[in-house]
């Protein structure tokens, strides 16, 4: 027990960027980063100024001012960036910003699969119409502004971090929240996987030497999941009051997407490929919570909401007008409903960075 919160308290001590941990060693020059909400740093904001996310409390608490990140400051790729020594990485949309480090194509409610393929299924995608495909799409064209054939090109991502994902949990939202059961979700889960290790190998055939895949968090356990399918049958919640037939869908998914980056990896032995475990880095706040200064009350409870058992409605979400935003955001796991609080990635962040750390073979 002892031994297993060492890491933990190190993490804690130590700064990021100074620890032994860190990035650094990576000598990482740049990181490209493609997902959805959990790292758009401003591009839905962009493309559409009139979401929630666009305004504060959206960033209050770091920014003093809304950038267009959905949580109430920092996400993990951007304590990626400050552990690799790198600036915060811009939007694709933020126009004249530098991209000298890097690319962050992510868009807020962005889907793995293409918005036909959904249609075909009955699933609408509210938020964006920029897919992955889209955001690969942004990548090719912004290879085509700083290098000019594939030999410069390979030699400019060389030094790069690439962040495929994590994508896909909005097919999955939408389709759950469009009426869909579990098991018609588990269906679409190979074609989803193939599309994050399509985009993958479109990203090594650009260049990309160095690229992390992260897999879903433990969806359950989210004030939006808890009150949406809120049930009095008590045996559908987990010891951590999450709700298992959510929780292992992402647990399905991930272990889906485990074993294509197994076969991804025996196919590109020269680049390394690695699995970005969120949700046992979600799981591991929820288990260790108290010691982490997270008030046990509060757990499953928005720090921005209102109303019901977890300060979730629907239709008075964060952002609208007299929604209330709670006095301590670091008391609480959940920012929204939907995202999580800075300090929840930050933790997250600190943990991944030492799985990952060590792949890469980063010298210190
Ligand atoms: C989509 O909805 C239409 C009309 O309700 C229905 O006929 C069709 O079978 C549905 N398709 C799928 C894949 O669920
Ligand atoms: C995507 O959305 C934008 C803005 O809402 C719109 O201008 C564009 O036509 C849409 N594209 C497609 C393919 O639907
Ligand atoms: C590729 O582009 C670089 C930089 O512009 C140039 O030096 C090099 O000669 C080009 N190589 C080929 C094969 O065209
Ligand atoms: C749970 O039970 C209470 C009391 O019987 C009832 O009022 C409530 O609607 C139930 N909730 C759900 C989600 O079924």
Redesign the pocket.
């Known amino acids: 027990m002892a031994a297993s919160f060492l890491p933990l308290l190190l993490l804690l001590v130590f700064p990021l960027g100074s620890d032994c941990f860190g990035l650094k060693g990576c000598k990482f020059d740049a990181i490209f980063q493609f997902g959805d909400s959990l790292a758009d740093t401003g591009n839905l904001i962009r493309e559409n100024p009139a979401t929630p996310f666009s305004h504060l409390p959206y960033g209050k608490t770091f920014f003093k001012k809304a950038t267009g990140r959905c949580s109430n400051g920092l996400l993990m790729v951007d304590y990626f960036a400050l552990s690799a020594g790198l600036p915060l990485v811009n939007p694709y949309l933020k126009k004249k910003a530098s991209f000298t480090h890097g690319v962050n194509f992510a868009v807020a409610g962005s889907t793995a699969l293409p918005l036909d393929v959904l249609a075909q299924n009955n699933i609408s995608s509210p938020v964006t119409n920029t897919s992955l495909s889209k955001q690969l799409d942004w990548m090719r064209s912004h290879l085509n502004t700083i290098c000019s054939n594939k030999t410069d090109c390979t030699k400019k991502l060389k030094h790069a971090l690439f962040f495929m994902g994590e994508i896909g949990g909005n097919d999955y939202n939408y389709a759950l929240f469009e009426g869909k059961t579990v098991t018609q979700v588990k269906d679409m889960v190979p074609r989803v996987v193939q599309t994050i290790i399509d985009a993958t190998k479109r990203v090594i055939s650009y260049g990309a030497t160095r690229v992390i895949i992260p897999g879903h968090f433990s969806m359950g356990c989210l004030p939006i999941y808890l009150t949406g399918f ?4 008590s045996t559908a919640y987990d010891e951590f009051h999450c709700l298992k037939d959510f929780n292992e869908l992402a647990n399905y998914h991930n272990s889906k997407l485990k074993q294509a980056i197994k076969l991804l990896k025996k196919e590109n032995r020269n680049v390394i490929i690695t699995y970005g475990d969120y949700y046992n880095a979600l799981f591991w706040v929820f288990r260790h919570a108290s010691l982490l200064g997270f008030d046990r009350t509060l757990l499953h409870k928005s720090c921005c909401g209102m109303g019901g058992d977890y300060s979730f409605n629907v239709m008075q979400i964060c952002g609208f007008p007299r929604v209330p935003v709670c006095s301590d955001p670091d008391k609480h796991i959940s920012w929204d409903g939907i995202h999580l609080t800075q300090k929840t990635y930050q933790i997250m962040a600190h943990r991944l960075i030492h799985d990952v750390a060590p792949e890469f073979h980063c010298g210190n």
């Not at 809120?230 to 049958?233: A, C, G, H, L, Y």
Request: glycine share 0%.
């Open positions: 809120q049930t009095n049958d």
